[in-house]
């Protein structure tokens, strides 16, 4: 059974940093990428970053690059979204999801932060960012 869990949310001050984590299981992260994505209240879900499992290549979106940074564990079946100077605008519920395609796919065709591209949500991550 495909499951994404993600922990590490919480409240932090402007300039303050977090880490959230995302545990996989039932499948083999090598293949297929994974995403964080956040949803603030009254806004669509839009993409943060990704990773490809294959070759450990990132993508950012132009809203965090330079301030978060995606990476996996050494057991490979975490992902970390590292999240530094933070802003109030950061403030949302945080998701990972599993990509549609695989990852040899994906390096073919170029990365995705395109929320309809992904599936297997966890159930998200409150990060609170105060001014």
């Known amino acids: 059974q495909v499951q994404l869990v993600e922990s590490g949310g919480g409240l932090a001050q402007t300039g303050g940093s977090l880490r959230l984590s995302c545990v996989a299981s039932?499948?083999?992260?090598?293949?297929?990428?994974i995403g964080w994505f956040r949803q603030a209240p009254g806004k669509e879900r839009e993409g943060a970053s990704c990773?490809?499992?294959?070759?450990?290549?990132?993508y950012y979106a132009d809203s965090v690059k330079g301030r978060f940074t995606i990476s996996r564990g050494n057991g490979k079946n975490t992902v970390y979204l590292q999240m530094n100077s933070l802003k109030p605008e950061d403030t949302a519920v945080y998701y990972c999801?599993?990509?549609?395609?695989?990852?040899?796919?994906?390096?073919?065709?170029?990365?995705?932060?395109?929320?309809?591209?992904?599936?297997?949500w966890g159930q998200g991550t409150q990060v609170t960012v105060s001014s």
């Open positions: 999801a599993r990509s549609l395609s695989g990852s040899e796919v994906l390096l073919r065709h170029g990365p995705t932060l395109d929320p309809i591209e992904y599936d297997n």
């Open positions: 039932g499948f083999t992260t090598d293949y297929y990428a």
């Open positions: 990773i490809n499992g294959w070759d450990s290549s990132t």
